[in-house]
């Protein structure tokens, strides 16, 4: 509907129509009239390897002559969940479905069953799929559309879900002051990356992770974005975080549909087969996805990581010279490894509520500017940039006159 299946490709947030892509190899994409862009989303983040990587291609190419799907177990299964979790060692026991938004609903589901509690604690701005209950004060297209939920969702649903401000320890341990008893889990992303790109206070993980068990409740690492983007495995460890249970979603399937969720083993037992938390998938661990996702995995060595984190560091230094070349202000850029997030606004932007203060008639415009020389960027001021291993030196360097065109039409007065 809409000409689109997910509503912030319609360019309904910065206007004028939607780019119909056909193709793309390593950082680039072709659209269906033959311009070709530099991409700077990648799928939403799961290109972390660029578009079409010959080794991704080929592992799909050789499973489907094998047969499409069985909806029955096989080997791929198994073996991607060995890398995954040896790579991302909290999801001692793991389940493939077909989605992030399905991975995290799932992930929510075997919290209420092993708590035997029904609330759940979310934080504004943060984005966990469209679920009924995670859509409350979600980030990325509900926010960017000024809707502060979805029609559809019962008000006993919504009910059952707390919305704190990200960042705010306070805020948190009021919640569960008054809900404690009825917390069953709290669900975060490590690294936001729906509001823009907001990364944790110093602490901040840690703290939270401490008020949610002193009470019962569980954590819930939503990794689907920064699962295997910001290092091999899992990022929220090493900000301070003990989770229960993780989500995880787009690298983890190289470019194919897919979600995993995971974690403590007594919890994930009470999984069906072996518990009373029924969760079922006739694609669930669909073999392409699963010989995508070994196949990208085997990819991701350090010297990807070295180079992610060098060209996003290249990428954030460009926007800010030219940005302050060009006399924008107030303009902030926030960078996490290969994740950017482009305000036009005063920062550090901490929580929702600061992002959705930016200035996003400029964006629009500065989107716009760099579309028509040759950058796709996200089609929303409230989305992530990404940099794939694909993006080069030369490529940064390329795109510049079209960052610069894109500045100088943000800051220009319209008439």
């Not at 070709?36 to 991704?56: E, F, H, T």
């Not at 009910?159 to 805020?171: F, K, L, Q, S």
């Not at 990581?305 to 800010?320: F, H, I, K, M, S």
């Not at 902030?332 to 509520?353: D, E, H, K, Y």
Request: with cysteine; glycine share 12%; hydrophobic share 45%.
């Amino acid at each position: 509907m809409g000409g689109v299946n997910s509503p912030v490709r319609s360019f309904r947030a910065v206007g004028g129509s939607p780019v119909f892509f056909e193709g793309g190899r390593g950082a680039y994409l072709n659209d269906v009239d033959g311009r070709k862009y530099l991409d700077l989303v990648g799928s939403w983040g799961a290109n972390i390897l660029g578009n079409a990587p010959p080794a991704i291609v080929a592992a799909v190419r050789a499973t489907a002559k094998k047969g499409l799907t069985f909806g029955a177990p096989s080997p791929l299964e198994h073996e991607l969940a060995e890398e995954i979790r040896t790579a991302a060692p909290s999801l001692k026991r793991m389940r493939f479905v077909s989605s992030g938004t399905e991975a995290v609903m799932s992930a929510v589901r075997v919290a209420r069953g092993f708590t035997t509690r029904p609330k759940v604690v979310k934080f504004a701005g943060g984005y966990h799929g469209h679920s009924d209950g995670l859509l409350a004060r979600a980030g990325s297209g509900v926010a960017t559309h000024s809707l502060p939920d979805s029609a559809g969702v019962p008000r006993s649903v919504v009910g059952e879900t707390i919305v704190v401000p990200y960042n705010d320890r306070d805020a948190l341990e009021r919640a569960f002051e008054r809900h404690g008893a009825s917390i069953a889990a709290v669900v975060i992303e490590p690294v936001a990356g729906n509001m823009g790109v907001v990364p944790p206070a110093l602490g901040y993980l840690a703290e939270v992770g401490r008020i949610a068990h002193r009470h019962g409740a569980l954590m819930i690492a939503d990794e689907v974005m920064t699962g295997f983007r910001l290092r091999r495995g899992t990022i929220h460890e090493s900000l301070g975080l003990r989770a229960d249970l993780v989500t995880l979603g787009k690298i983890v399937g190289g470019g194919m549909p897919i979600g995993v969720y995971g974690g403590r083993q007594e919890i994930m037992e009470t999984v069906a087969p072996l518990g009373p938390v029924y969760q079922a998938g006739t694609l669930s661990g669909h073999p392409l996805a699963m010989a995508a996702g070994a196949a990208m995995l085997e990819q991701l060595t350090p010297a990807v990581y070295r180079d992610l984190e060098t060209t996003g560091a290249a990428l954030e230094e460009q926007v800010r010279r030219l940005a302050d070349e060009e006399g924008v202000a107030p303009f902030t850029v926030q960078r996490v490894g290969s994740m950017l997030g482009i305000f036009f606004a005063s920062g550090p932007i901490t929580n929702a509520q600061e992002a959705e203060l930016c200035d996003r008639a400029r964006y629009a415009r500065f989107f716009h500017a760099a579309l028509d020389h040759g950058v796709y960027l996200p089609p929303s001021a409230l989305e992530t940039t990404f940099v794939s291993a694909a993006t080069r030196p030369r490529d940064l360097a390329r795109a510049e006159p079209a960052l610069r065109a894109a500045f100088h039409a943000a800051w220009e007065t319209p008439e």
